[in-house]
């Protein structure tokens, strides 16, 4: 083993979790390195999630709001055109750019970032293989295994990549599929189905549950799937896809309904069902890291640490939601405590954003979490359509909630449906993660005119509730 393959960590994956530990890794001092598969680095999230999701979002936004939204503001555009090929090359530099971002910012924290595909070969030695290089082999005093996730592949509607795609192909179609189906209600589908709604497909969601992106509060739910069938989307729910097969150029899928069996055709299928750990090939098994059965998560201590003393797993791959800024959280947890500092991830104060339009954001719990938990709350809502500056916008659908202990007035959980909700949750991460009370949120000056009064109002409602009763 020569000098230059010992680190002092190596980082398997280059996702928001693998990236961001990398760099707090070098800012401490430890010499590292970055073993990525994929020429461009960023993972799932930069390559074929988050960033290429929300740049057709805003670019389909733009086009729906040209169409339907301009002539209210007195705005009058003639034949309005959309230029698929165009939006998905914007989609795509930006993507590139960013991509771009995560070398250099590596680069400039001198991290050592391996092309090929990594796996454990023994305690601290990590095996890369390429198919343009001989192998290499790694030593490492800490390995950190950050590789992401996978969609779910379901027997009865297997991956095609053509017709029946995953939101990897769903995220590139060369053409708007006049008719989209979608398997799954939660917040990969709805996000995508927005995007082909709003250029001119015809959206069907079919979800197993009785309610869309069933997580979220059931206020906030409802009024979302309300919202949506407004915009063109159906919905079948408590409906389960018993099986799909591809019939010339389209998709023949039966569905069990609580009405009875259908039968639809569509002109292409998106499976998003959700999405596993992304462990297979990593020798996980003959190191002896645990994994869970059922969920296939990585199991790890409260430091990150598997069941192998310096193997620590991050991001999808362990238990909890499956979102880049909690992966980012956790590589700086666990590096800090590799490099023997405190840290850790609040789980009460994790954001979760669905970048539809109105956007839905929340942190802390639900209405119907507290209620099991038998905690006492209040409730403080209040609509966009009384906030001055979503009057001045056009944009008055929705409403937030804020839910507080009904004794001590401490935020538990703000729920939003409404303009920009995912910039306007931030406020409330901080309410929930610094203990604030309904109150504080309600007394602190809030610009004005600006969405955020909107949170301002529902937390004064909620104090009302806790000091009247009402
Ligand atoms: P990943 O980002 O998956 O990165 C893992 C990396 O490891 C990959 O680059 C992979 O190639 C590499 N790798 C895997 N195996 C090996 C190996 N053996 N050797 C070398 N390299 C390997 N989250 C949000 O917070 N906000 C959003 O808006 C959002 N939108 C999304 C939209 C879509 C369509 C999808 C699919 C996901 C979205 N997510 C979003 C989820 C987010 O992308 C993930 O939670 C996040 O990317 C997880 O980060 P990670 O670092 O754990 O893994």
Known sequence: MTEENRYDLVVIGSGPGGYVACVRAAQLG?????????????GVCLNVGCIPSKALLDSSEHYATARHRLAEHGVRVDAVELDLAAMMARKDRVVGELTENVRKLLERHKVQILAGTARMAGPGKVRVESAD?????????????????EPVQVPSMPFDGRFIVSSTQALGFERVPERLGIVGGGYIGLELGSVWNRVGSQVTVIEMLPRVASLLDAQVSRTLERLLRRQGFQFLLESRVEEAVVEGDAVRVCIKTPNGEEERGFDRLLVAVGRRPLTRGLGLEALGVETDPKSGHIRVDVRYQTTVPGVYAIGDLVAGPMLAHKASAEAIACVEGIAGLESEVNYDAVPSIIYTWPEVASVGKTEEELKELQVPYCIGTYPFAGAGRARCMGETDGFVKVLSHAGSGRVLGVHIIGPRASDMIAEAVLAVECGATAQDLGRIMHGHPTFSEALQEAARVATACAIYGR
């Open 133 to 149: 290089a001989p192998p290499v082999e790694l030593q490492a005093r800490a390995v950190i295994l950050a590789t992401g996730s």
């Open 30 to 42: 430890l010499r590292v390195a970055c073993v990525e598969r994929y020429a461009r680095l960023g």
